[in-house]
């Protein structure tokens, strides 16, 4: 927030400020605030309409009343407007603790030569006027029922217009709880993008410099004056796996990264994204590398299919069962959303308690025999999955193993 927008939020009115936090202030052409939630601001109608109908009165308004207007945000009868607080009837008894209710308000002090009553905006005479109060204590505006004739409504009437006002009140909570929800998930996504353009460039930096490193490891390895049973020759092993596990990371990281980013669609074969990413894994389709894939075109980003393919192809590497030959199928189904992409393997397969914990980046499950890894594959998925406006779900393959299921949206 810059400083002239920091200014004008400490100028203003405190009570102004507690009423932007529910949506209830102009904006900023200065039309009247309505509820965000279509059917909150249809319930809050019928509630107006329902208030004018059992006081047998023709008139029924919710009022907010700010520092300087009033705010009809709903009406029944007339049409919503807005005045200036000082020609408000509401504004003269909102705060007060109870009920307002006058038979002939030409005839009562507080509004005997207010303009809706004059004549000069409107001929009010029966008013009867509930404060809408949250359960903080902030009073937002009222609930008032009003007609051009002297009259009385029975005490059961008055009591059901309170009933209504606490119901205006609750649609209203409603309203600040939702605005509360969007900014906290509009500030937790800027928060993600921030994070993940870090951890991006950050990945991205490091494999240069990590990548001349591992040359001149492989330049060292190859030297003809280092003999093959010296001690150096260890080191530099231990150097080059380290390194290429630390590459290895920091390509996950900046999958990862990208992985929510912005998506470039279009029709794409899955056997031929498939192959690409068990060729990146050194492996190749078929019945002698265990891994079969059947064709079918989906509405995807390609390269972040590919990255999710070979994550899930690489998982099913890692953690295949030492007891059995590789077995990995890659198919797709219909769905009323659109395609379903399952890579069911016949490895270790995945508990169904530890299947929440597995989505989660850097979570490894650390089993005896597993195979090296970052956490960041199934949650990279994960994210591809969300980016698509589709959901990964994970089960078990029939006879052992795991399945691992996306839906990508037409």
Known sequence: MDATAMQMLTDQ???????????????????IPELVDEQARGALNNLVRLAASLCGVPYSVVNIITSGHQLQIAASGTDAGMCSREDSMCA?????????????????????ANPFV???????RFYASVPLRTASGLVLGSLCVFSEGAELPRREQIDVLEVLAQQVVELLELQHRTLQLNEALAELERSNAMLAEFAGRVS???????????????????????????????????????????????????????????????????????????Q?????LGLGSGILCEDAQLYADRSQLR???????????????????????????SCPRGLTVHVADNGKG????????????LVRLNRPGDGPGTGLGLATCRRIAQAHGGELTISDTPGGGTTVSVTFPN
């Open 13 to 31: 009115d405190p009570r102004d400020l507690e009423l932007r936090d529910y949506g209830l202030l102009p904006d900023t052409a200065g039309q």
């Open 92 to 112: 003269s008894v909102f705060l007060e603790p109870g009920t307002t209710v006058v038979r002939d308000a030409s005839r009562d002090p507080r509004f005997a």
């Open 118 to 124: 004059t004549g000069e905006i409107a001929d009010v």
């Open 204 to 278: 991205h930096d490091l494999r240069a410099p990590l990548t001349t490193i591992l040359g001149y490891v492989e330049l060292a390895e190859d030297d003809p004056e280092i003999p093959q049973d010296h001690p150096v020759k260890e080191y530099l092993q231990l150097i080059g796996s380290g390194g290429q596990r630390m590459l290895g990371t920091l390509q996950d990281v900046l999958d990862y990264s990208r992985a929510n980013g912005q998506l470039n669609r279009e029709r794409v074969s899955l056997l031929a994204v498939t192959a690409e990413a068990a």
């Open 280 to 284: 990146d894994l050194g492996v190749s």
């Open 307 to 333: 990255t999710m393919v070979q994550n899930l192809l690489a998982n099913s590497l890692n953690y295949r069962d030492s007891q059995r030959d590789l077995r990995v199928a890659v198919t797709a189904t």
């Open 350 to 361: 995945i508990l169904p308690a530890d299947r929440p914990r597995a989505v989660e980046p």
